[in-house]
Structure formats: structure tokens, C-alpha cells
């Protein structure tokens, strides 16, 4: 079967860090995609590791450890519009993607 | 178009009926998917096309679901005789060639309830 792992719900305070885990089990992966989904919004691309390591785009970071099917994305000083749903996402054969359940982002005054 | 987009934005029907969703991927955009997230879920993979094929339609639920596309542009899912479970937000991406690494764009959803 196809599964992704990752918390249901996460709060921090503005400012702050936040890691959000992700673990997959999948047959066939080409790399894991990070998607933000703001209440009633399209999801929209943040981030993609298709090797092992960590990329960085400004406050966001993703890492990849393929030999542990693991990866995690880091938000950086936090902002309020910050609060939205993390999906973690495996690239698969064609493109597409297979999503975990997402996880909200609570961003607190 | 500046992205994509879905059409209508909201439909509730009876349950039993035909609906017809749309979507229009970014104008150059050879490959385009269908997604389905339900209430407080992550996205559920239904059906992928490059050009007007779909070399990808495992994720369809049931006969009950059909896609097409023509022109290689505009595509349609069809969900035949409506059930109630088939309530959900419609999300269609599209790509540029649909490469492993390319970033899909999403387009807003459209918010089926079936009653």
C-alpha cells in the first residue's frame, strides 16, 4: 500500500521554528513535495527534495533522508498568515502525487 | 490563462444525477491531473493526462467516474449517478510536461455536495 505519515495539528507562537515530519511508505518514489493550503484555497507548491539533504528557500527549509523514508519541512520565524494546512507529498511515476492527511499550522500571537 | 481554473466553483445536486466538472489548465501545460480531498483529508490522485491520454486513471473510484480532455487543453470529469460519499472538493493541476519534478499548479476546487 501507499501511506504517508505526518501530524494532524502543530501549534507555535510568531516567531518561532516549527518542523513538520513526514515518513512514507510507497511503491515507487521520485522525490517528496511540500504543499501549503490555506482554509478553502488551492494548494500551492513550497518545496521538492529529490535527493537526500536539506533545501532552502528563504524561511522554508525541506529536508530528505531517503534511506529512513523520512523528510521534514521548517518554517522560520513564523508570521500569522503562516496558518495553513502542510501536506507532505511522494512524486510517483507520471507526476503524480500521493499526499499524506496534511497537517494545520496554528500560528498564535 | 494566468492559472488554473475550475468551473462551476460550487455544485450541489441529488443524489442520483450526472455532474460534470471542468477544468482549464495554463495555457502550454501538457499534462494535467484530477485530485479529490474530502472534508479535513489530504488529496486523493484520480486521474492523470498527458496531451488528451490518460496513461494514469487508477485512481478513479468507480465506473460511476470518467475524464476526458480534448485539444489537449480543456478537460471534463463526469461523475454518473451521484452518491452521497462522492461529496468532496475537485481539485485539478497541471504541468508543463509532466515531469517527476515539476511543480503542479493547482486551481481553486470545485466543492461538490451531493444531497
Known amino acids: 500500500g501507499q501511506s504517508l505519515e505526518q501530524p494532524s495539528e502543530v501549534t507555535a507562537v510568531e516567531g518561532a521554528i516549527v518542523q513538520i515530519n513526514c515518513t512514507y511508505q510507497?511503491?515507487?518514489?521520485?522525490?517528496l513535495s511540500w504543499y501549503q493550503q490555506h482554509d478553502g484555497g488551492a494548494p500551492t507548491f513550497l518545496s521538492y527534495?529529490?535527493?537526500?539533504g536539506l533545501e532552502e528557500t528563504g524561511r522554508f527549509s525541506s529536508f530528505l533522508s531517503r534511506s529512513d523514508s523520512y523528510g521534514y519541512l521548517l518554517l522560520q520565524e513564523l508570521q500569522m498568515k503562516d496558518s495553513a494546512s502542510y501536506f507532505c507529498a511522494v512524486n510517483n511515476q507520471g507526476g503524480k502525487l500521493i499526499f499524506g492527511q496534511g497537517t494545520e499550522l496554528s500560528v498564535k500571537p | 490563462g494566468a492559472g488554473v481554473s475550475q468551473s462551476p466553483s460550487n455544485k450541489v445536486t441529488e443524489k442520483g444525477k450526472d455532474v460534470e466538472l471542468r477544468c482549464d489548465p495554463i495555457?502550454?501545460?501538457?499534462?494535467l491531473y484530477w485530485y479529490r480531498q474530502s472534508l479535513g483529508q489530504g488529496l486523493e490522485f484520480l486521474i492523470y493526462f498527458q496531451g488528451n491520454s490518460a496513461p494514469d486513471k487508477s485512481g478513479l473510484p468507480s465506473d460511476r467516474f470518467s475524464a476526458e480532455r480534448t485539444g489537449g487543453s480543456v478537460s471534463t470529469l463526469t461523475i454518473q449517478r451521484t452518491q452521497q460519499e462522492d461529496s468532496a472538493v475537485y481539485l485539478c493541476?497541471?504541468?508543463?510536461?509532466?515531469?517527476?519534478?515539476?511543480?503542479?499548479?493547482f486551481g481553486p476546487g470545485t466543492r461538490l455536495l451531493v444531497l
Open positions: 495555457s502550454g501545460h501538457t499534462a
Open positions: 527534495n529529490a535527493l537526500d
Open positions: 510507497t511503491s515507487g518514489f521520485y522525490g
Open positions: 493541476a497541471s504541468s508543463l510536461e509532466g515531469g517527476l519534478e515539476e511543480t503542479q499548479y
